[in-house]
């Protein structure tokens, strides 16, 4: 399902989202309105309270989403409801702590069950996959799994092959955010040499914000996700409801465009 997302001609715009924040009713209407502004896959998060690979922005949005009471339950509400109104293939973005105290299995079964595409575990590492692969495998669900600046080729080419749906290759050190000026080098290299060793998908993202950003990655990615920057045109405003999911597909549409390569600013 995940990798129908990626077509020719168009690197994919693949927006991410926390679950319940500002409240579940606001992510319902962003959700619908990533789908209208040309998102080609989507990245629900799963609130958590010690997200290592999260910045500020997305750390603070997972706080007011558990302040809010949201559950794991609720994300799957979420999919159900999102894909039920034709939104694109959603993967869930998580923590391995919150889905083993949920349980592999009823989370991977349950995730199925809403409509999930598959799931981003960030925090586990190539060596502790094993039965999260197999588990969501048997339940149908993908598991892209993360590539640093810093991963050798040689382990890098083993990710890529236990990665499903796509490759996430990480674009810089450290963790998440948006932010103004851009080295994307590391993550050009790392690119060329993944596409030395496999002819899955690889999609860019941690901090990547802007058009220009979107511009300069959609010649060389099948895929750029933007996650903060978007968080951040609501949160900014304090915007709940219809006017958070304005804000978000303001600069959702702006992004989506960047990724035609002949569009490139390149």
Do not use: C, W
Request: no cysteine; net charge neutral.
């Amino acid at each position: 399902m995940i990798e129908s997302a990626f077509s020719r001609g168009r690197t994919a715009f693949i927006p991410y989202v926390m679950a319940g924040d500002p409240d579940l009713e606001t992510t319902g209407l962003i959700l619908d309105a990533l789908r209208d502004a040309g998102a080609a896959l989507i990245e629900l998060g799963v609130p958590y309270g010690d997200p290592l690979a999260d910045g500020p922005t997305i750390a603070a949005a997972g706080q007011r989403a558990l302040v809010r009471g949201t559950r794991i339950a609720d994300v799957f509400e979420l999919t159900k409801r999102a894909r039920a109104n034709g939104a694109p293939p959603i993967v869930l973005f998580t923590y391995f702590n919150p889905v083993l105290q949920y349980g592999v299995e009823r989370f991977a079964a349950e995730a199925q069950r809403s409509g999930a595409a598959g799931a981003i575990v960030p925090d586990a590492a190539l060596e502790e996959t094993s039965e999260l692969r197999e588990v969501f495998a048997r339940h149908e669900l993908e598991m892209p799994l993360l590539v640093a600046p810093s991963t050798s080729p040689e382990r890098a080419a083993r990710i890529a092959q236990a990665s499903t749906g796509f490759v996430y290759v990480v674009s810089r050190l450290g963790v998440t955010g948006a932010n103004g000026e851009r080295n994307f080098a590391p993550a050009r290299r790392q690119v060329a040499m993944l596409r030395e060793v496999t002819k899955k998908p690889l999609a860019v993202g941690f901090g990547v914000s802007t058009a220009a950003h979107v511009g300069e990655i959609a010649p060389i990615a099948d895929g750029i996700i933007v996650g903060s920057a978007l968080i951040d045109a609501y949160a900014s405003r304090g915007s709940y409801g219809r006017a958070a999911a304005q804000d978000v597909a303001t600069l959702a549409r702006t992004l989506a465009a960047a990724t035609r390569k002949d569009a490139s600013l390149h």
